[in-house]
């Protein structure tokens, strides 16, 4: 998988540098996109490796834009939601 595209760093490879996801699951990922042109974020979503707050800091991240941790109500919310996804990914692999 290439590093760049323009240049931005492919989403793919922002999500396996973040330790979201791994190589062999982007490559699954790229080969369902070619088959149903969706996009690649929205495909890692739908299948559970990924979660949307993770999706959205990856995004971010390939732009070079840093989101701002949450103030007031709520705060917390997005790494609960990080935490508890990846607490599924763990149980299911090792369930796999």
């Given at each position: 998988m290439d590093k760049i595209c323009g240049e931005r760093a492919l989403l793919g490879r922002v999500l396996v540098e973040q330790g979201a996801v791994n190589d062999g699951q982007v490559e699954f990922a790229l080969r369902t996109?070619?088959?149903?042109?969706?996009?690649?974020?929205?495909?890692?979503?739908?299948?559970?490796?990924?979660?949307?707050?993770?999706?959205?800091?990856?995004?971010?991240?390939?732009?070079?834009?840093?989101?701002?941790?949450?103030?007031?109500?709520?705060?917390?919310l997005r790494a609960q939601i990080e935490r508890r996804h990846g607490y599924r990914r763990d149980v299911r692999a090792a369930t796999a």
């Amino acid at each position: 998988m290439d590093k760049i595209c323009g240049e931005r760093a492919l989403l793919g490879r922002v999500l396996v540098e973040q330790g979201a996801v791994n190589d062999g699951q982007v490559e699954f990922a790229l080969r369902t996109q070619v088959e149903t042109g969706e996009r690649l974020g929205k495909i890692l979503v739908d299948l559970g490796l990924v979660c949307r707050p993770a999706l959205a800091r990856a995004l971010a991240g390939q732009l070079g834009v840093e989101l701002r941790e949450e103030r007031g109500f709520g705060t917390g919310l997005r790494a609960q939601i990080e935490r508890r996804h990846g607490y599924r990914r763990d149980v299911r692999a090792a369930t796999a």
